[in-house]
C-alpha cells in the first residue's frame, strides 16, 4: 500500500484500545489470574473463561475469577496477589497481533495521530507500549482521578494531550466496552474480529464497523 502524507481528510487521529485490539495479552493474564487464585487456594480458571471475563480492567476481571466476586473475604487478598504477580509477569507471553506493527507504521507514515487508551494498570500500559509501539504518541492506562473506560475521560485527555479534536478521531477496540466508550466520546468506532470478542457478540452491543486485518483499517479511514 503507497504511502502518501494526509493533507484534508477529516480524521487524521486514531485511538486504540491495547488487550485484544493491538496486543494478545491473554496467556500472562490467565497466568497471573491463576497464580492468585491458587495461592488463595481458589480453583483456577480456563483460557476461555478468562476471555470471557476480560475487556473492563483487571479489578473486573478479578470479580468474575474469584468465587463470589468482592463478597469473597479473600477477594482484595487475590486481587492484590493479581497485581504484584502481573506487574512482574505482564511480557512473558504477551505479543503483538501479526500485521500490527505494520498498521501503526503506515499509518504514523500517512501523518496520523495514534493513541491507546486502556483500563489496564497504568505502569504496565507505559512499559508495553514503549517496548511494542513506538510509533504511538500517547499512552495512558489505569490512573488515579481518571474515570475507567467505558467513561470517555481516557479518550478526551488522550485528544487532549494530541491536541486533537473528536471530530478529527475514530476508535479502534474489540469488545462492547470499547463500543461504550466510543459512543461515550462522541466518536466512531472500528471493532477488529481478532480480539476477545466475536461478531456476533459486537453486533448485539452495537457494532456496525468490522475489520478482520489489521491493515483493513487503512481501507476504512480511506472511506470516511
Same mark, same amino acid.
Given at each position: 500500500m503507497g504511502v502518501g502524507k494526509m493533507s484534508d481528510k477529516k480524521i487524521n487521529t486514531v485511538i486504540f484500545d491495547l488487550d485484544g485490539t493491538l496486543l494478545d495479552t491473554l496467556?500472562?493474564?490467565? =497466568? !497471573?489470574?491463576?497464580?492468585?487464585? =491458587?495461592?488463595?487456594?481458589?480453583?483456577?480458571?480456563?483460557l476461555d473463561e478468562v476471555r470471557r471475563f476480560v475487556g473492563n480492567g483487571v479489578r473486573n476481571l478479578m470479580i468474575r475469577a474469584v468465587p463470589d466476586?468482592?463478597?469473597?473475604?479473600?477477594f482484595e487478598r487475590a486481587f492484590a496477589i493479581f497485581k504484584e504477580y502481573y506487574g512482574q509477569h505482564c511480557n512473558d !507471553?504477551?505479543? !503483538?497481533?501479526?500485521g500490527i506493527p505494520q498498521l501503526l507504521q503506515e499509518l504514523?507514515?500517512?501523518?496520523?495521530a495514534l493513541a491507546i487508551v486502556s483500563n489496564k494498570i497504568d505502569s504496565a500500559v507505559q512499559d508495553l507500549n514503549h517496548k511494542?509501539?513506538?510509533q504511538v504518541d500517547v499512552a495512558i492506562g489505569d490512573r488515579e482521578n481518571? =474515570?475507567?473506560?467505558?467513561?470517555?475521560?481516557?479518550?478526551?485527555l488522550a485528544l487532549d494531550v494530541l491536541n486533537k479534536t473528536k471530530q478529527e478521531a475514530i476508535y479502534v477496540g474489540d469488545s462492547d466496552v470499547d463500543l461504550q466508550t466510543a459512543q461515550n466520546a462522541g466518536?466512531?468506532?472500528?471493532?477488529?474480529?481478532?480480539?476477545?470478542r466475536d461478531k456476533e457478540f459486537l453486533i448485539e452491543h452495537g457494532a456496525t464497523v468490522?475489520? =478482520?486485518?489489521p491493515m483493513e483499517i487503512i481501507d476504512v479511514l480511506l472511506q470516511m
Open positions: 496467556e500472562d493474564l490467565k =497466568k !497471573a489470574t491463576n497464580y492468585a487464585l =491458587k495461592f488463595c487456594n481458589m480453583p483456577e480458571r480456563t466476586g468482592e463478597s469473597n473475604s479473600e !507471553a504477551t505479543k !503483538a497481533y501479526d504514523k507514515d500517512r501523518g496520523y511494542y509501539f513506538p481518571l =474515570k475507567r473506560k467505558p467513561e470517555p475521560d481516557s479518550v478526551n466518536l466512531p468506532c472500528i471493532s477488529v474480529l481478532w480480539g476477545f468490522f475489520v =478482520k486485518k
